[in-house]
């Protein structure tokens, strides 16, 4: 019987990268409008070098970046990035198809949600509550609550602390079999893997159960909880 479903979060519910790339381009041609003398493809790529080595929700990017390229920050071209960012990012921020649909059948089936993510705490509820997922989740998880990352144990442990259920009693859905999927396999969590969110070109899984849209995973609850 499974009583719970933890959902990672970026490129699981929310297409995250996709809106991580609008929100760059549009932040360059506003820096770019407001005096950087940087050809558009070279400063894209100088920022996601900057997040390769801070790791991609590093808030100070646009800091670096600028400090880095001229010795100081120009505050003129720093607050046009930062609005670009924002506009983009916002305009840009969806769900995958049948999210909202799926996360209310399964909430209609009497089961408990959580989301444990590797995002800062600030930046994951931003994106739930813009999205209006926020009242689905019974917990959620972030680096900042246990400050360890997926495949550590630690996140998913809590989560199910928190929501009172047992491993076997639990499905995990991911995007990210070094960190989703093995990490809850550590635990002998079931998982299913969100292929459709998928941004390293899986061949192999090792997954319980793949998807390729979020509404399949009602079928693999039926399943592993017959009436």
Request: proline residues 3%; contains cysteine.
């Amino acid at each position: 019987m499974i009583r719970a479903i933890i959902f990672d979060l970026d490129n699981t519910l929310v297409d995250f990268i996709a809106m991580k790339h609008a929100a760059i381009q549009a932040a360059i041609l506003a820096m770019v409008d407001a005096g950087l003398k940087i050809p558009k493809d070279e400063a894209e790529k100088k920022i996601y070098k900057i997040y390769d080595e801070e790791g991609i929700e590093d808030q100070k990017v646009f800091d670096k970046f600028l400090t880095k390229e001229f010795g100081q920050i120009d505050y003129r071209i720093h607050a046009a990035g930062i609005i670009g960012y924002r506009r983009a990012r916002e305009a840009a921020l969806v769900l995958y198809p049948h999210v909202q649909l799926a996360l209310m059948e399964l909430v209609k089936r009497g089961l408990r949600l959580a989301v444990v993510s590797d995002a800062p705490r600030l930046q994951a509820w931003l994106r739930l509550c813009q999205l209006k997922l926020h009242h689905f989740f019974d917990v959620v998880i972030t680096y900042d609550d246990t400050k360890k990352r997926k495949p550590d144990p630690e996140p998913f442990v809590r989560a199910l602390e928190i929501l009172k259920v047992n491993c076997h009693e639990t499905i995990m859905v991911g995007d990210w079999v070094e960190r989703d999927i093995i990490g809850a396999k550590s635990l002998n969590i079931k998982t299913v893997f969100a292929r459709y969110g998928d941004r390293f070109d899986t061949e192999n899984s090792g997954a319980d159960y793949e998807i390729n849209d979020i509404l399949e995973l009602l079928d693999i609850v039926d399943k592993l909880s017959p009436q």
